[in-house]
């Protein structure tokens, strides 16, 4: 059975510090890995996508990267922001023919202080 | 070209009573998962439905849920008979096909609370 763990649960910075939210999975069988963002009392924002056969992909300030040997991942956030203050997922996709959910690790809530 | 439509956004039932989740997918997408985040918690896969055909419903709990995807409208997840426990943010999210290639899309959730 496929765990995602997230490390740390919360993590508060002050603005301008780069900062690294860390992913591992149990099961190296995935076919991609997903971050997304969680707003409070909102929905889910896709950031960034990262197929299995790829090692990073970067978006703006954010880079994330994939070690599926290892079973991790890591989103890097560059000179953060207080808008960047939100929770943060991982959510892995096994290697599956049919069906392909999603499974969530519990999230890192960040606070970036102005 | 709307996003995926979930509605009601809040949602408040008392103990017994029955609640009902809607779930527009994208336009084009056939393919509708749900997901449910208990409070302080992850999101958890429930179920995954095709037009009118359950797919995979491995992670809905064994009473009172029950989910549909007609051929015509929305999606929905059904709760009977809610308790407290039931109190949570349950997405939907939507995709062109079950396919790993092909991206989830998330709706912004219906926050059931029960009282």
């Known amino acids: 059975k496929q765990e995602v763990t997230q490390i740390p649960a919360a993590l508060s910075v002050p603005e301008g510090e780069n900062l690294v939210l860390n992913c591992s999975f149990t099961?190296?069988?995935?076919?991609?890995l997903q971050w997304f963002r969680q707003d409070p009392g909102k929905g889910l924002t896709s950031l960034l996508l990262?197929?299995?056969?790829?090692r990073e992909q970067t978006s703006g300030r954010l880079n994330a990267s994939l070690d599926k040997s290892s079973g991790r991942s890591t989103l890097y956030i560059a000179a953060s922001q207080p808008g960047d203050s939100a929770t943060y997922l991982c959510a892995v996709r096994l290697e599956e023919t049919s069906g392909s959910r999603l499974t969530f690790g519990e999230g890192t809530q960040l606070t970036v202080n102005p | 070209n709307a996003g995926v439509m979930q509605n009601p956004r809040h949602l408040v039932r008392r103990r017994g009573q029955e609640a009902r989740l809607r779930c527009s997918p994208m336009k084009g997408h056939s393919h509708v998962y749900w997901y449910r985040q208990l409070p302080e918690e992850g999101l958890k896969f429930m179920v995954y439905?095709?037009?009118?055909?359950?797919?995979?419903e491995s992670g809905m709990p064994k009473e009172r849920f029950s989910a549909e995807f007609p051929k015509e409208g929305p999606s929905i997840l059904r709760i009977q008979q809610v308790v407290r426990g039931d109190s949570a943010a349950y997405f939907c999210?939507?995709?062109?096909?079950?396919?790993?290639?092909?991206?989830?899309?998330f709706g912004p959730g219906t926050r059931l609370t029960v009282t």
């Open positions: 990262i197929q299995s056969s790829q």
């Open positions: 099961d190296s069988a995935i076919y991609n």
């Open positions: 999210a939507s995709s062109h096909s079950g396919a790993p290639t092909y991206e989830q899309y």
């Open positions: 439905l095709q037009k009118e055909n359950i797919i995979d």
